[in-house]
């Protein structure tokens, strides 16, 4: 796996761990303003999310680099 393919898998893994995680936790605003969708979150904390998914991308980038340097996995033809 050379370094473009280790950032573009990162950065994939990233995405689907974010909207995995995203969910966790949204409780929606008891008195909504007007103007304000009634399903908008009072508290989002993306800051503590985007920290948790990075942590969670790194973890499961790591178990992919490991599969496919053992050759466990192959994306070309042999």
């Given amino acids: 796996m050379n370094w ?14 974010l909207f995995a995680v995203l969910p966790f936790g949204v409780r929606p605003v008891e008195k909504g303003d007007i103007g ?4 908008a979150p009072a508290n989002p904390r993306l800051w503590f999310k985007a ?7 790194i973890v499961v980038w790591l178990g992919v680099f490991a599969l496919v340097n053992s050759n466990l996995i192959q994306f070309r033809q042999p």
């Fill in 36 to 39: 304000h969708a009634a399903g």
């Fill in 4 to 17: 473009f393919e280790a950032v573009a898998s990162f950065v994939v893994i990233w995405w689907v761990v």
């Fill in 51 to 57: 920290g948790i998914t990075t942590l969670v991308a």
